[in-house]
């Protein structure tokens, strides 16, 4: 859930904060026409990080506002300059949570929730409460949607983590914007975890606050919290006024994600009422969010965020061209030239520390198939996320890289005492791209699987490579969808396999 975003710092401009202030009151043409005057506005000489913070908020006011294609390119900018793994600046760490929002609403659900909590991560290593709070805020809303829309066994243990997240917002909030989005939040965790009571004071005491700011947002989810609280209190009429008012001010500020959460709860209390015609009407409010989230997506949104970004950055990298030489266009991984290049100093360091270091081979199962029936634009965006979850699968230090076509290597440097870490860190892999959700990027085609090859020893990139390779084939022949570990010189390690 959404509410708004953090002045980072006393960074975010004036105009841009009376923005977001008159969207939430409902005042939507005005917000737009402020927005134009405010969007052009940003300072060359500000600070990266905090003009990124400006840009990527700038952004996620643009998509609410429904001006797609300009919040596409200033989020593009403004994530450019991020370097979230090293900083602990406020303004990363904000910048971090408007884009798992933006991402949210995309579609992109997995990525935005490693944002939010990325984005956690690096506020409290900057250590400004404003922030934290916030990044909480995001993170622990998120979760409650995730609760609500999922398997209702798993719907406990969500609502518990998300609670941990808002109950630590809740204890050093400063901002009165910040408390009532907390508020709410918290009181759909505590409602989801039986404790009614509660609930029910953080649902009142949400919607006296919002009244009293005349924000629409507040009022929506605080009749969203209370009517959760009548409906498990039995008092369904009571529960569907509560909701109809949820949806009612979720309408007027034009926010699709909580008109679809809403309204389809709407739906559910009518029918458990028996009122048909309420029924068919939330319905219908719940289709039409739900048409308008779909349409987002068949558009293409999420991936053409990452192609705008990756597009940015090669302009930006331009003027750098050995750099820009050493590094793959389409997954942003290094290529092979910038993998050879860095191999040399990562292989010196880690045997300098007593180190052997692993080189983990990944083929792309299937994938002639995936560019036959899809088509080549599709196989780049599968290729895309498969180098995503690379990234996400090993550590920062860890050097990830397309080496051709299908075919990645990662080369794993400091490997601590674990002798296993290679065939672990490759496991991990397959599991992930075997186990990913590929409805978005592939449709009905049939998914792909990673084969993988895994070796080491002191020794070249080229005979590490070899050796992988030998393991990769075998991987290949016993079926694919598997890990094969080449023996090393010193010793046999043991055979993992996917299947």
């Not at 270091?357 to 990944?362: E, K, M, S």
């Not at 791209?433 to 002191?458: C, E, K, Q």
């Amino acid at each position: 859930m959404e509410q708004r975003d953090p002045q980072v710092a006393g960074q975010i401009p004036r105009l841009d904060l009376e923005v977001r202030a008159l969207y939430n009151a409902g005042r939507v043409p005005e917000a737009n026409s402020l927005f134009d005057e405010v969007v052009t506005k940003v300072s060359p000489g500000a600070d990266r990080w905090v003009r990124s913070a400006v840009l990527v908020n700038r952004a996620v006011m643009a998509w609410r506002l429904g001006r797609i294609p300009l919040a596409l390119e200033l989020a593009a900018e403004g994530w450019t300059d991020l370097d979230a793994e090293r900083s602990d600046s406020p303004a990363v760490a904000h910048t971090m949570g408007s884009l798992g929002y933006l991402m949210e609403g995309i579609g992109n659900r997995r990525a935005a929730l490693d944002m939010l909590r990325l984005s956690v991560q690096v506020a409290r290593r900057a250590g400004n409460t404003d922030v934290l709070a916030q990044c909480l805020q995001r993170l622990g809303g998120s979760l409650n949607f995730r609760a609500c829309s999922g398997p209702p066994a798993a719907a406990p243990a969500i609502f518990e983590e998300a609670l941990a997240y808002l109950d630590e917002g809740l204890g050093i909030v400063k901002d009165e914007g910040h408390r009532r989005a907390l508020l709410g939040a918290c009181g759909r965790s505590l409602a989801g975890v039986g404790q009614l009571d509660k609930a029910e004071e953080m649902g009142e005491e949400t919607l006296r606050l919002s009244l009293d700011a005349e924000d629409l947002w507040g009022i929506s989810v605080g009749n969203w919290v209370l009517s959760v609280v009548r409906r498990e209190q039995g008092d369904l009429d009571e529960a569907r006024t509560l909701a109809s008012q949820a949806v009612t001010h979720a309408e007027r500020i034009n926010d699709t994600s909580l008109l679809l959460r809403f309204s389809t709860e709407l739906a559910d209390i009518c029918q458990a009422l028996g009122d048909a015609q309420g029924e068919a009407e939330a319905l219908r409010l719940s289709m039409r969010a739900s048409s308008t989230a779909r349409e987002t997506l068949q558009e293409g949104l999420g991936q053409a965020l990452e192609q705008r970004r990756v597009a940015v950055q090669a302009q930006r990298l331009a003027v750098a061209a050995q750099e820009a030489a050493a590094r793959d266009p389409l997954t942003g991984l290094a290529n092979r030239l910038g993998l050879e290049r860095a191999a040399a100093a990562l292989l010196e360091s880690t045997a300098a520390r007593g180190r052997v270091p692993w080189l983990v081979l990944v083929d792309v199962d299937w994938f002639k198939s995936v560019n036959d029936d899809a088509g080549h634009a599709t196989g780049d965006a599968a290729l895309r996320e498969i180098a995503a979850l690379l990234r996400r699968e090993c550590r920062a230090d860890d050097l990830v890289a397309r080496w051709a076509g299908d075919e990645f290597v990662v080369l794993l440097g400091d490997t601590g005492p674990n002798r296993d870490v290679g065939p672990n860190v490759a496991e991990r892999i397959r599991a992930a791209v075997d186990g990913h959700d590929w409805t978005m990027v592939l449709g009905p085609v049939r998914r792909p699987t990673v084969s993988i090859g895994v070796a080491a020893g002191p020794a070249k990139l080229d005979q590490l490579f070899a050796a992988a390779d030998m393991a990769l084939y075998r991987a290949k022949r016993h079926g694919r969808n598997r890990v094969e570990v080449e023996p090393s010189v010193d010793e046999v390690p043991e055979i993992v396999s996917g299947n």
